[in-house]
């Protein structure tokens, strides 16, 4: 699976963004999809990730309540829309795919996107 992440940028706190992530190359449906985000100096560590029908999200505790993930199977894409953005939120989004089971672990994680990165200033 090739993943093409995208919608990034410079936003104030309190802001919105909406990432995507085009996938291509395998039967998208087959795959959970998720993302996952790399502060300077920091790990990489999990964010949002949904099922391969999209009935069923999870989120980590710190984006709960501001983040969404959603996907639309018949464009191949997955999305994270990010609302009441802080500055601790800064950090290269990367999208992810596993086949057939979410994975909140980067150790689980079949493919990766190529990271867009997100700044929100205070």
Do not use: H
């Not at 999305?79 to 992810?96: F, G, H, I, R």
């Amino acid at each position: 699976v090739q993943l093409q992440a995208s919608g990034g940028g410079l936003v104030q706190a309190g802001g919105s963004l909406r990432l995507s992530c085009a996938a291509s190359g395998r039967t998208f449906s087959n795959y959970a999809m998720g993302w996952f985000r790399q502060a300077p100096g920091k790990g990489r560590e999990f964010v949002a990730a949904i099922n391969w029908s999209g009935s069923v999200p999870y989120y980590a505790d710190s984006v709960k309540g501001r983040f969404t993930i959603s996907r639309d199977n018949a464009k191949n894409t997955v999305y994270l829309q990010m609302n009441s953005l802080k500055p601790e939120d800064t950090a290269v989004y990367y999208c992810a795919a596993n086949l057939y089971t979410v994975v909140a672990s980067i150790d689980g994680v079949d493919y990766w996107g190529q990271g867009t990165q997100v700044t929100v200033s205070s």
